[in-house]
């Protein structure tokens, strides 16, 4: 408590000077609680509202894909060139060290192996034990055109309910089945239902034609998947197109930790994302950071 003999008359009230409060520019998200939108701009880096999320949560139904099979070795050391994370309970609670100040976006989804019939997924994370751990937001596989399509739809309607009770942001992650195809009018369906149903982020992949329609036609932030390994000016170029035709960041995994230099790689496609390097200029200086 203050002590009385040492209190003043408060004089700076500025009355002259309107009061301030800057709004939070992310699309789709000034109307959000104050908690949510604290926790996306840890995720969409201001001033840009850009994200470079390392995603490495492939083992929940791939197991120990190349490049992680030692997560320990092959991601911590990526992990202060990343906006975010994306991983699994089980990897934040045994490998990544909790010292890490790289947000966490906690996939939430899950049941199927990559023996089974991909889609079947449920909520394989409660809301409750992603405020335990800290997430910044959760992410949860929706199934279009899948063969259980309205439970992962289902799926994300739960998340965004309980979201909304913790403060918790919800990632929908577009995926694409076998006999589906990756082309714009797809991904606005996919992309427009998540986003019409409450998910306050949505990743889909890229489309060589009309996926500036995909960004417009989602209003909420939408996030491109890297998707398989492509070679790395080839990889960075997607990266460039994405974000020249709307979109608020990528969400990539082999294109950076199969790469020949994960570092060299992370940190090119963050020179795109929040420095405008054209992909050229990127993979010049992937060259040269290569170890």
């Known amino acids: 408590m203050a002590e009385s003999d040492t209190a003043v008359d408060a004089e700076r009230f500025s009355p002259g000077v309107p009061s301030r409060s800057q709004p939070f520019e992310l ?13 996306l701009a840890r995720i969409f880096r201001p001033p840009t509202y850009r994200t470079v999320m390392l995603a490495i949560d492939h083992g929940y139904f791939q197991g120990p894909t190349s490049g ?10 990526l992990l202060k060139y990343a906006d975010a994370l994306m991983a699994t309970r089980g990897i934040v609670r045994s490998t990544i060290p909790a010292a890490s100040c790289t947000p966490v976006v906690l996939r939430a989804s899950g049941g199927p192996s990559i023996l089974r019939e991909l889609s079947d997924e449920q909520i394989a994370v409660s809301m409750e034990d992603a405020a335990r751990i800290n997430a910044s937001a959760v992410a949860v596989q929706v199934f279009i055109g899948g063969e259980f399509e309205s439970r992962s739809v289902h799926n994300m309607t739960r998340l965004v309910d309980e979201s909304q009770r913790h403060g918790i942001p919800v990632l929908a992650v577009t995926a694409v089945g076998r006999d589906l195809t990756r082309d714009a009018r797809y991904l606005r369906l996919a992309t427009r239902i998540c986003a019409e149903l409450g998910a306050h982020v949505v990743k889909t992949y890229y489309c060589a034609e009309g996926f500036d329609t995909v960004t417009a036609a989602c209003p909420v932030p939408l996030v491109m998947a890297g998707g398989r390994k492509l070679p790395e000016l080839e990889a960075l170029t997607m990266v460039h197109r994405a974000i020249e035709e709307g979109a608020a960041g990528v969400d990539m995994g082999r294109n950076i930790f199969q790469s020949d230099d994960p570092v060299a790689m992370i940190q090119a496609v963050s020179a795109i994302v929040h420095d405008a390097l054209k992909p050229q200029e990127a993979f010049d200086q992937y060259l040269r950071e290569r170890q």
Do not use: F, T
């Not at 109307?31 to 939108?37: C, F, H, I, K, T």
């Not at 992680?68 to 050391?77: H, K, M, Y």
């Open 68 to 77: 992680l099979e030692r997560v320990d070795l092959s991601i911590v050391p």
């Open 27 to 39: 699309k789709g998200s000034g109307a959000l609680d104050w908690g949510m939108q604290s926790r």
